[in-house]
Each structure stands twice: as structure tokens, then as C-alpha cells.
């Protein structure tokens, strides 16, 4: 019989690590539904979740450089990460790798590290998203809504590469542009025309990002909306208070009142008449890369920097769950696979069961950090248990 939920989401049934962080070898079987890893500090639950979010582009969950994941005293200078994946197009074997390049030096560019796809590793890590989209939520996300609006443009950029692969790369050919523009700028006598060539090119990809930003935004919204609707219908109390989401950008802006073509020439004059202030301040002081998402608990509208820190976490949890059931609506009816870590941590006894209700009912796969066994007992029957130390990962029974 076919299990309809676990054939509605991306599956991994195996996972092999060797020489990553804590991990010398690793070979993990486990099945679709939740996995909870517990143990105590430095054992090794997140570096396990870490070594997982490498299957997609990018530098994965911490965002740390490839040479810093390869595991001290390894006895060869790569590290690798492979898991067989069950997703839209069957079993596939996923793979990625990096190597320490030869003078020793460790340069972590992001073209280094190899992937491979049934054991093709002609193709890039691109290819992998065919086959798999992951979502995370870490314990340093618990300050997004406080912290520098960085880390929320970041966050922001991440929701909407998970499902337009393309919008990365618009990302770093407008950083790549701007670049060039500061250098240019930072010369007293610099080639205006040449400046004007690039200026004409960042307004194409700023309007590019901005309207992949606008359109994923308003896709999470209409997801948290329908949610919230659902609950209303059924006389239910939603544990995760809904999110309105406000995105706030200089070319968002213009993009919602003009047409395209119109922005691009509208953001090229910005660029144009601010080229003084700009060559003074050494930076571009206007664009894409200054956008900020703003979030406010819609129910109580407060702006969600306002709410307490369990409130926080409660909106960030709702808004990854959205973000789960908007790729899964853009992803051939899959779940993506959802890495939680620290999830237990600010989230009372009754939010921590709306939780893992929710992530039941999802049918999708889900990996569950923290210290203590107890924080997931109402999972107890329903979840694959697995106890970390030192780098090794043995199953509860
Ligand atoms: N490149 C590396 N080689 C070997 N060990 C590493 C490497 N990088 C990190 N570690 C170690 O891995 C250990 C486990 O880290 P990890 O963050 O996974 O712990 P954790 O189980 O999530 O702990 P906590 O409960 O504190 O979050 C740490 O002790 C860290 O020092
Ligand atoms: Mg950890």
C-alpha cells in the first residue's frame, strides 16, 4: 500500500558523512517522519543538521566556510556528505564534497566543492534541488526579528531561492556589479560612461530580485492567510500567531506602482544622481542590498522586535511552517525536508505539542534537536529517536 504522506514529501533514507566536523564516519539509516537527536552540548546534533543543509547551494545552515567543516585531524583533506533521497523523481543518490586545495591554503570559494548525482559528479550543486529543497531553523534565527536587518534580508533571500533557484544568482551578479561601481567610483577621475554601463546593468538585476522578492512574499502571505482562515473555519486557536509581512525596499517600492521597464530606468537615475554621495560615503547607499523585511504579530499588530521572546518564536515557527507549505505547493505536491534545531527551546508545553501536531500532520520529514529526551515525549511513539556523543549516532529504543 502506498503510504499517501510519505509519498507527498522528500524523503532521505540514508545518510553517509565522512571527515565532517565531529563526524569521521557516519552511515545513518532512518525513515520518513520526524528524528529527534538528543544529547548533551558539542556531541554533534547540529553539525549532523549542518552536514544535511550542504545538499543544497550555498554554505548551508551556519553559513561557515567549507575548510572550517572538515573534521580536525582528518587523515585525508576532504570531507563529504551523500544521502540517498527519496523526492519527485524517486530514489536518487545525492552527493557533496570538498577538498583542501593543494598549497594548503583552504580558500573556501563556493565553486570548490564538487556534487554529485548517482554518482555523476559532472553536475553542479544546482541539480541537486530537483531532487531535494531543505528548510531550516536554528537557535541564532531566534534574534532575526531584533537583530541587524542583514540577517533578515538574508532570511528573506533564502525563502526565495528555496523555490527560484535563479534568484542567487541575480544576487551576486548585482554584488558583483555594485563592486565594480564602488571601485570605479573610488577613482577621481572615473570613466562615466563605463559607470553609466554598470549602473544599467545592477537596475536590471535589482529589479529582477526585488520582484522575485515581492512575489514570494505575497505567495507566504497568502499561505499564512489560508492557515490562519483554516483554524477560523474549524473554531480552532492558532498555537503560531499569524505574520504580516512588510517588505521594505527602495526598488519594492517602485516596483509596486510602475511596470519593469519603468523601475529599471527609475533606479538607474537613483544610481545616476547619487554618484557623489555614493563615491563620499564609499558605498552604494541605495539598493536591493539595503531591502528589509519587516513582521508584525498581525493579531496584536506589533511589529514582532515588540513581542516577547516566546511570541517570536512562535511567529518564526509559523512562518517556516508557511514557508514548508509553500514549497511543497511549487515542489510536485512535496514536503521539503525541515531541519529544527534547538526547536524546543522559548516554546511552552502546549506550543511544543501544537509543534509536533503540526509536523505530523505535514507527513513530511523532520529533524528534531535538543538535550533532553523529554522535551519531545509527546512524540514518544511517533518519532525515530536517535542518541548523539562524540560523533556517533546510536538509535533509543
Ligand atoms: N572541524 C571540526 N572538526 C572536529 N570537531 C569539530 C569541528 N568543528 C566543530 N567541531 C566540534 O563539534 C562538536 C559538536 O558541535 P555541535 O554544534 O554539533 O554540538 P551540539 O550537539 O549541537 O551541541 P549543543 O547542544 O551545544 O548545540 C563541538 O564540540 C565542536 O567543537
Ligand atoms: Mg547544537
Redesign the pocket.
Known sequence: MIDEKTHSAVVLKRLDLSNF??YSVLHLDIDSGPIVLT?A???????LLEAISMLMAGRGMRGAGFE?????NSPVPQWAVSALVDGPFGPVRLGTSWQLPDNGTGTSRLGGRIASLDGDATVGIGALAQHIRLIWLTPSMDRLFSGPGGDRRRFLDRVVSVTDLAHSRAISAFEKLMRQRNSLLAEADYDAVWVSTIEKQMAAQAVAIAAARLASIDTLQGHIDAAQARDKARGKVSIFPAARLILQGSVEALLRDNPAVQCEDEYAKILFDSRALDQAAGRTLNGPHRSDLMVLHAEKDMEARACSTGEQKALLVGLILAQARMVKSQFQGRMPVLLLD?IAAHLDKDRRKGLFDELLATGGQCWL?G?DTMQFETLQTKAQFFT?KDGIVSPQH
Open positions: 566536523r565531529n544529547g552540548n558539542g556531541a554533534g546534533k547540529t553539525n572550517v567543516l572538515l573534521a580536525k534547538e534537536t538535550t548523539v
